[in-house]
């Protein structure tokens, strides 16, 4: 799928190349974990392609797509440049030599890159009828599938959810987190990221 943003009326598109997934209220390394419905996390409890925002503790932050259940999401960690990526740079204040793998590697500068902010909250991503949203893209031909990318010095990591295998990204892509250079010969069809959550 393609992440897509309109900004003074540019359009611009990003290949969602890297995601992880998080089961609610059950999954310890999930911001909705034992969590109720709340202002704060209203966006995570809302039906289905809804945009979730949130500040990180660093200062930056990240976009996540509310998923079937309530509390469950998918957070998008990284994007390949498909268009206007001159104004992607603009937006993230970087020079002209600035290449494809830099611009959207993570989930902060994806939010800098496509200037996503709180007023995306709550949107309708799969609808279309705001300024950022997901559509159709090229299907990945084979994903990676291994662990999430977590603060290891919170405690809050150090359990069994932490080791699940919840992170996925595009073989072929360079613009990602990090590369599990142990998984990558563990490559699963696009069609098998889809089930089977609970390995």
Not at 3 to 10: H, K, S
Not at 184 to 191: A, C, E, G, L, R
Request: aromatic letters at 6%; glycine letters at 8%.
């Amino acid at each position: 799928m393609n992440l897509c943003r309109r900004v003074d009326g540019q359009k611009l598109i990003g290949k969602i190349v890297e995601t992880e997934a998080y089961l609610g209220s059950v999954d310890q390394c999930s911001v909705t974990y034992k969590k109720k419905k709340s202002k704060v996390l209203k966006s995570y409890f809302e039906d289905a392609g809804s945009c979730c925002v949130e500040f990180l503790d660093n200062g930056g932050r990240q976009v996540a797509v509310s998923s079937a259940l309530p509390g469950e999401y998918v957070l998008i960690r990284a994007l390949q440049p498909m268009l206007g990526r001159e104004k992607m740079k603009s937006l993230r204040g970087l020079k002209n030599k600035t290449t494809d793998k830099d611009l959207a590697k993570d989930p902060t500068t994806t939010c800098q890159a496509l200037k996503v902010g709180l007023d995306h909250d709550c949107l309708d991503l799969l609808e279309g009828g705001g300024d950022l949203w997901i559509e159709p893209g090229a299907k990945c031909s084979t994903v990676i599938r291994t662990r999430r990318v977590l603060d290891m010095h919170d405690e809050k990591n150090w359990n069994q959810w932490s080791f699940k295998k919840y992170r996925f990204y595009d073989s072929k892509a360079s613009c990602i987190t990090s590369r599990d250079t142990k998984e990558d010969k563990n490559q699963v069809k696009q069609s098998e990221t889809e089930v089977d959550l609970d390995s």
